[in-house]
């Protein structure tokens, strides 16, 4: 059975007799659709539990063929790692843009040899590093965030690659789902601190971070703060976690995974004064939504 990719983060098997197959969308969680090419016929009971048996060996090794591409991806991620420069050394413009310092964990690389590292193991399905915000391929130093999964956040399971503008790309086909950016510290065994703290993005973790002094975690998305949630709370279990929302489209879902989680949540609020101190600082036209906006706007970075 071979898998053919539809868009981004879909995949469709068809079955090998060509008469059926599945849709996968990898953000969504799996299998979305399963479809029959006579479908609309009537069919006898026989019949329809030997499509449900087809159906269901169809799905468990397409999980199987997702198992093995994740490992082949985290291995890619873990070889891009190696050979990059850590942010603590060098920098970057990003970590500029939002006034937060480097720390450990956080690595560089030229979007040039990330793309040439890109063609040589994508070369079935190229993909292109590419800036979401510039809307085109990123161009100059890139910003990596590894991605951890697996007891003690140890084993890195994708990459967040960051532009100096702020553009954001996912490593292609790797596992997504709860995994996320862990302070250094968290991962290598130091003392547990009181609280520990989950964010969307990475800015605002390192700027809760710095003005706080509390460690904090970065999801990547506000679709991924559940997971990511849940993973922090069984490996530090009995430390005070707090999820830190975004106002606006993060906030709702925020405060859904803290009363799931049963944790605290902390979403930042901005007056009329802040929001043009904001806007003055940064010159941006965009409304400020997270705690690196809000420290920003009062002065804290």
């Given at each position: 059975m071979r898998p053919f990719r539809a868009r981004e983060g879909e995949t469709i098997y068809v079955f090998p007799d060509g008469k059926g197959g599945i849709a996968w969308n990898w953000r969504l969680g799996g299998a979305q659709a399963i479809w029959f090419i006579d479908a609309d016929k009537k069919l006898s009971d026989s019949e329809m539990k030997k499509l449900r048996r087809q159906a269901d060996l169809v799905m468990k090794e397409a999980e199987e063929q997702r198992q093995r591409r994740h490992t082949e991806v985290a291995c890619f991620a873990e070889s891009l790692l190696a050979d990059a420069v850590s942010a603590v050394s060098?920098?970057?413009?990003?970590?500029?843009?939002?006034?937060?310092?480097?720390?450990?964990?956080?690595?560089?690389?030229?979007?040039?040899?990330?793309?040439?590292?890109?063609?040589?193991?994508?070369?079935?399905?190229?993909?292109?590093?590419?800036?979401?915000?510039?809307?085109?391929?990123?161009?100059?130093?890139?910003?990596?965030?590894?991605?951890?999964?697996?007891?003690?956040?140890?084993?890195?399971?994708?990459?967040?690659?960051?532009?100096?503008?702020?553009?954001?790309?996912?490593?292609?086909?790797?596992?997504?789902?709860?995994?996320?950016?862990?302070?250094?510290?968290?991962?290598?065994?130091?003392?547990?601190?009181?609280?520990?703290?989950?964010?969307?993005?990475?800015?605002?973790?390192?700027?809760?971070?710095?003005?706080?002094?509390?460690?904090?975690?970065?999801?990547?998305?506000?679709?991924?703060?559940?997971?990511?949630?849940?993973?922090?709370?069984?490996?530090?279990?009995?430390?005070?976690?707090?999820?830190?929302?975004?106002?606006?489209?993060?906030e709702e879902k925020a405060r859904e995974v803290a009363q799931y989680a049963r944790t605290a949540v902390a979403v930042p609020s901005f007056s009329d004064q802040q929001r043009a101190r904001f806007r003055q600082i940064t010159g941006s036209n965009s409304a400020p939504t997270d705690f690196n906006d809000y420290y920003i706007a009062t002065g804290k970075l």
């Open positions: 060098v920098g970057h413009g990003y970590l500029k843009l939002k006034r937060v310092r480097p720390v450990a964990g956080l690595w560089v690389m030229d979007a040039a040899e990330i793309q040439a590292r890109f063609n040589a193991f994508f070369r079935d399905e190229p993909r292109t590093l590419w800036d979401s915000r510039a809307g085109r391929p990123m161009a100059d130093p890139v910003l990596m965030v590894p991605l951890y999964i697996g007891k003690n956040f140890s084993s890195v399971s994708s990459i967040e690659f960051i532009s100096e503008c702020g553009g954001k790309y996912t490593l292609p086909e790797a596992r997504a789902a709860g995994a996320c950016w862990v302070p250094e510290a968290l991962r290598k065994g130091a003392p547990l601190p009181e609280r520990i703290g989950v964010a969307e993005g990475l800015a605002t973790a390192l700027s809760v971070s710095q003005v706080k002094g509390f460690p904090v975690a970065a999801a990547r998305s506000c679709g991924n703060l559940k997971a990511a949630a849940q993973a922090l709370k069984l490996q530090f279990f009995g430390v005070r976690l707090i999820v830190l929302g975004d106002k606006g489209n993060g």
